[in-house]
Nanobody, 123 residues
């Protein structure tokens, strides 16, 4: 399994921005599809965004499309989530995850997870 460590969460006002980072320990990082998920209190974990190994193919949940951007730097073993125009409903713990599956958004297909980072958006 890949060891993943997220950072960059915090408290921000509605309309603000945050950038999350996730660094992997695995030297074969570039072979994984990387994803971001989030979980709000009392809700199920939901897909946010993912980026395939090539870094040229990304996909997003409809709720964040146009506001969030996922990217990766394979030389740094790091995946990023740039979050703009944040809304109170974006408040959640955000998790980074890795999979060898291709093109999936199901959390069941992601075998490695970070510990999560809290994002709180105030109104």
């Amino acid at each position: 399994q890949v060891q993943l460590v997220e950072s960059g969460g915090g408290l921000v006002q509605a309309g603000g921005s945050l950038r999350l980072s996730c660094t992997a320990s695995e030297r074969t990082f570039s072979s994984y599809t990387m994803g971001w998920f989030r979980q709000a209190p009392g809700k199920e974990r939901e897909f946010v965004a993912a980026i395939k190994r090539s870094a040229f193919s990304t996909y997003y949940a409809d709720s964040v499309k146009g506001r969030f951007t996922i990217s990766r730097d394979n030389a740094k073993n790091t995946v990023y989530l740039q979050m703009n125009s944040l809304k109170p409903e974006d408040t959640a713990v955000y998790y980074c995850a890795a999979t060898t599956s291709y093109g999936t958004s199901s959390p069941l297909d992601f075998g490695s997870w970070g510990q999560g980072t809290q994002v709180t958006v105030s109104s």
